[in-house]
C-alpha cells in the first residue's frame, strides 16, 4: 500500500534539521542587524557633527541673533549657544536631538541627563542611540577584555558632546583611551572593557572625567 504521510520519526528528524539550519541562521541575522545598528548610529553622529559645525560657523561670522535650530525664529545666541558658539541644548519637540532636524524627523538618539558642569572648564552632554543604547544596544564581550571593536559603538559607549571647553581638555575612565577635546566636539566614547555603564553615577561606573589646563 502506497504511504500519504510521514512517521513520526521521519517528523522528528525534519524537525531536527530545521532546528539545526534555524540555529545556524539566527546568529548570521542578528549579526547583520547589529551592524546596521552601528552604521546608522555611526552617520548619524557625522551628521550631527556635520549640524554643529555649521552653526558654529554662522555664528563665528555674525554678530546677529540668526535661527540656529531651524524653527522660524530668531533665536538669542547670548543666551542659548556658549562662549565658543555650540548650542547648550539640542532637544525639541520631545526629540533630544531635534533642533538640529528639519520638520518632525525623528532621531534614536537618547539625552542621558540635564547640561553637566561638574568638571573644571568644561560643560557637556551625553547621549546614546540604537547601537549604545544600555537596554537594547548591540553586546559587547562579557567574559574577555579586548574583543570589542574600536570605533563601532555598543551598548557599554556614548556619545559625548562637548558644549564648551575653555583650554586644552581630555576626556579620561579607567576603561577606556584617553581623548583631547575641544567645544562642538560630538565623539564616541569607546569602553573597551566589559563594564556596563552606571547613568546614575557622575563618573559613569568607569572612572569618567575630564581634566583641562
Not at 583650554?167 to 569602553?191: A, E, N, Y
Amino acid at each position: 500500500m502506497k504511504r500519504s504521510a510521514f512517521t513520526m520519526v521521519e517528523l522528528i528528524f525534519v524537525i531536527v534539521i530545521i532546528g539545526i539550519l534555524a540555529g545556524m541562521a539566527v546568529p548570521k541575522f542578528m549579526g547583520v542587524k547589529d551592524q546596521a545598528k552601528k552604521a546608522t548610529e555611526l552617520s548619524s553622529a557625522s551628521a550631527v557633527s556635520v549640524a554643529l559645525e555649521a552653526i558654529h560657523s554662522t555664528w563665528s561670522t555674525s554678530d546677529e541673533d540668526f535661527d540656529w535650530n531651524n524653527d522660524g525664529v530668531d533665536d538669542n545666541i547670548s543666551k542659548e549657544l556658549s562662549y565658543h558658539g555650540y548650542p547648550y541644548d539640542l532637544s525639541r519637540n520631545n526629540n533630544p536631538i531635534g533642533a538640529l532636524m528639519r520638520g518632525n524627523k525623528k532621531s534614536t538618539f537618547k539625552n542621558h541627563g540635564e547640561l553637566l558642569t561638574g568638571f573644571t572648564d568644561v560643560a557637556y552632554r551625553i547621549y546614546t542611540a540604537n547601537a549604545s543604547d544600555p537596554s537594547m544596544g548591540v553586546k559587547f564581550p562579557l567574559s574577555k577584555s579586548g574583543k570589542d571593536t574600536e570605533g563601532k559603538p555598543d551598548k557599554n559607549d556614548f556619545w559625548l558632546y562637548v558644549v564648551d571647553a575653555n583650554g586644552s581638555c581630555q576626556v579620561k575612565s579607567d576603561r577606556s583611551q584617553t581623548w583631547d577635546i575641544m567645544s562642538g566636539d560630538f565623539i564616541l566614547i569607546d569602553v573597551n572593557e566589559t563594564t556596563p555603564l552606571d547613568f546614575t553615577n557622575d563618573n559613569l561606573g568607569i572612572g569618567f572625567r575630564i581634566d583641562c589646563s
